[in-house]
């Protein structure tokens, strides 16, 4: 299994980002795939998750800024962040949900700063 992050960087307060991940090693189509973020100096957050069938579902403190989706066609899923601010600095990782169990990326760094 791999998942591979990217699309991070630095961003100023009220811009947009779109992270992807690009997985491989399992069935992509079948699995339920999620992301989640890790801040400085606190623990992991979980953030969103799209089943195969593309239903999606959110932590209450990230409806509305972002959105997940994916592309069973190119073994991606993405998180579309809008309306950045400095809070949402962070570690962003993706995960499969896979027959092997939960597997993790290595996450991309997202700064958001002016």
């Known amino acids: 299994v791999q998942l591979v992050e990217s699309g991070g960087g630095l961003v100023q307060p009220g811009g947009s980002l779109r992270l992807s991940c690009a997985a491989s090693?399992?069935?992509?189509?079948?699995?339920?795939m999620s992301w989640a973020r890790q801040a400085p100096g606190k623990g992991l957050e979980w953030m969103s998750g799209i089943f195969s069938d593309g239903r999606t579902y959110y932590a209450d403190s990230m409806k509305g800024r972002f959105t997940i989706s994916r592309d069973n066609a190119e073994n991606t899923v993405y998180l579309q962040m809008n309306s950045l601010k400095p809070e949402d600095t962070a570690v962003y990782y993706c995960a499969a949900d896979t027959r092997m169990g939960r597997r993790w990326g290595q996450g991309t760094q997202v700064t958001v700063s002016s």
């Open positions: 090693g399992f069935t992509f189509s079948m699995s339920a």
